[in-house]
């Protein structure tokens, strides 16, 4: 047996373990999902040194590779951060079963009784960034929909997630669930993921967390429905009659609060009627923060900080301290540069024009659309989901935050006492 | 220029018209579609004429391809098909409008109003069979709302659906919404369906009304979110408390009213504690019908005319005059055959035990789950929906019968008065 061939069966008995999971898990009652997830949270304590030790490993690797300042502060593991982990879990916990609910009713003439009752998906696949701590979310978020999921985060989190796991897997255990409710893929090799994505006949629903490489791997090699989590390339758009002070205050914000989330915003448009007047004292505070500024040729006209604009960066996800700046004609070529630019996440308009918001809103096509709001509010926990998984920027099933509410699906029960139709 | 390259110029166009129409689709008020959609009914009535002399060419191709009955029969349009049609698009015309409804609210601790907003989904493609009533269903339920449709139906229709397609763009253009709101891939050619696929950049989503193949050949050509409409492999089972006339009765109806359909029973469980005495009474007025019927070994030893069944028999829809029936242990033996032949479309229980019946709707994982009524129920027109698109057999977005309501997604509207996120 070549080492290929056996990753794959390796895979396939991961599958195996999670369609048998998810069979339990989808009659498995609201106390003890909530029970195992309390158990789940308090497994992270208990465990934290462990855990601490296991990322202490992966730490020593990255720096070792050289790697970048946000990714290491993204991959760190310390008691606080387990802390909140756990706090996350709980929070899941107490959230209402997002199982069993009766979403709609049919009571039809011929006496059928039809019910529209929310169920798991079945077994969810996540492939996510070396984040570890998205191993404890994602498995709260999918066990709390009575789903199994089998995990796959970046190799460079792996014996950190390793660690989380083995915390997680012993709390199902104590609580009754299977521990194969949530697995990970036991090995960094990359071809494991191209096993994972043939797993059609196991896994019902993909989440992959990344970019448009990703997505193209997943488009080219799965035949798995896929609930995609990607690009944030999130527009803030100054409209002629938006209020300075707030427009400042929300763009600093939406810019600057965290530069490495998919909700911060990556483009700021300005109306031409208020550049001039504006963007001096909203871009003021973002060089202090020392924010980059790569501007069109009127932005650049404004400061000799403001760096020249390429196309390319109208259309660059940058995640960090850079904001491109393009001055526009009205609200008519905004809407069509987020149109052509955007990536469908989130954009905001900041106007005291409510009939001109009120257009922004209707017509811009993106899961989230604000008025007057910083763009960094794009996150299930600012809406009020408790933990989420991510933003789903495709139209189908969830769009936005998804939360354990967007991880089931329904079915129809027809209850009747013998109907035959005509 | 090659004829294939021109072939790929002139669908992308048909993708860049309809992203076109779709914007203005978005905006347009529930008024304008409901006259729309009424334009659209009283033109295919004006229309008829030149749609029957249409459609008699396809018939007439098709009889001399020496199609199948069964076939033809779908294919045929009359005066009065051509009147169902248009009452179809009334009773769309007539239902609520989908698009704008509030579906959850936020308010938050910070004063941010978040809103869940109906909208639609944009551009839909369609690819059906040589069902020309098909044509106006689905252009009247993706208007309704508020999507831009490219149809793409089977060849051996193409003459009546350009005919319906022509009635359905003049009332759209009478009506003052564009024409380009509902299209047609315009040519029989093959490799219209693979230019059709390659168009992300412009269809949202698509939905294939088809077998396995179709969706093979989606799935390795094509990175478009698909909603898929598949194969009904419906399941009836008889359980031991069954009241003998109701199974009776049912599986007959279940069977035999149409066979065509995808809510057709193609197979039969029964219980071994009851299969002597009730199978019999169930498949007397089946056999006195012209049903064929495919039987395990104790099946086959009640009765001579019971042919014996291969294992191919249990995992083939069989859309004709033929039933599978196998003797199962019990209830667990038929949730687990159901779970490995199914389709995950719609199963019925025939039983007057609740307790066994509960498990059943809780347990089988398909799209409707039945107790004691026909299988011949799954249609969006029995649940109350109006017209429908089909039944969706995955898991993702919409499941089960699909009508206006499921071919929206929607956004979230985030009001603030300056928020900004700590």
Redesign the interface.
């Known amino acids: 047996m070549t080492s290929e061939h056996s990753l794959q069966k390796n895979i396939q008995a991961l599958g195996q373990a999670a369609r048998d999971a998810s069979?339990l898990l989808?009659?498995a009652t609201a106390a003890q999902k909530e029970a195992a997830l309390r158990a789940m949270a308090f497994a992270l304590h208990t465990h934290s040194p462990q855990i601490q030790a296991a990322n202490a490993q992966d730490v020593a690797a990255a720096v070792t590779k050289g790697l970048a300042p946000a990714f290491l502060d993204r991959l760190v593991l310390n008691e606080e951060r387990i802390e909140a982990m756990a706090k996350a879990l709980e929070t899941v916990a107490a959230q209402p079963d997002p199982v069993g609910r009766v979403l709609a009713t049919?009571q039809?003439p011929n006496g059928?009784a039809?019910q529209?009752i929310s169920?798991p998906?079945?077994v969810i696949g996540v492939i996510y960034e070396s984040r570890p701590n998205v191993t404890a979310d994602a498995a709260g978020l999918c066990l709390k929909a009575g789903n199994a999921v089998i995990l796959r985060g970046g190799s460079e989190s792996f014996h950190s997630s390793t660690a989380i796991l083995a915390a997680l897997q012993e709390a199902l255990t104590e609580t009754g669930l299977p521990a194969t409710a949530v697995q990970m893929v036991p090995t960094v090799d990359r071809a494991a993921v191209q096993a994972l994505l043939a797993l059609d006949r196991y896994i019902?629903?993909l989440i992959p967390r990344g970019g448009p490489q990703l997505?193209?791997e997943i488009?080219a090699h799965s035949?798995i429905?896929?609930?995609k989590h990607l690009a944030g390339l999130c527009h803030t758009y100054i409209h002629q009659a938006a209020?300075l002070e707030?427009a400042k205050?929300?763009v600093?914000?939406?810019k600057m609060?965290r530069t490495g989330i998919c909700g911060a915003t990556e483009v700021l448009l300005v109306d031409r009627a208020v550049y001039k007047t504006h963007l001096p004292t909203i871009l003021a505070p973002l060089f202090a923060q020392g924010c980059e500024i790569r501007g069109d040729s009127e932005t650049a006209s404004l400061d000799a900080r403001v760096k020249p604009s390429g196309e390319q960066d109208y259309d660059t996800e940058f995640l960090a301290a850079i904001l491109a700046v393009k001055v526009v004609q009205d609200v008519e070529e905004a809407l069509a540069h987020i149109a052509q630019h955007g990536t469908q996440h989130t954009e905001a308009i900041i106007t005291e024009d409510t009939a001109v918001?009120g257009r922004f809103?209707?017509?811009v096509?993106?899961?989230?659309?604000?008025?007057?709001?910083?763009t960094?509010?794009a996150?299930g926990g600012?809406?009020?989901m408790g933990a989420e998984m991510g933003i789903a920027t495709?139209?189908?099933?969830a769009?936005?935050p998804v939360g354990a509410e967007q991880l089931t699906?329904?079915?129809?029960?027809?209850?009747?006492?013998?109907?035959?139709?005509r």
């Open positions: 069979h989808a009659q049919f039809r059928l039809i529209r169920v998906l079945g019902d629903v997505l193209a488009s035949r429905p896929v609930l209020d707030m205050n929300v600093l914000n939406a609060r918001a809103l209707r017509e096509d993106s899961a989230i659309v604000m008025h007057n709001a910083s960094q509010f996150d600012e809406f009020g495709g139209k189908l099933h769009r936005g699906t329904f079915k129809y029960w027809v209850q009747g006492n013998g109907q035959t139709r």
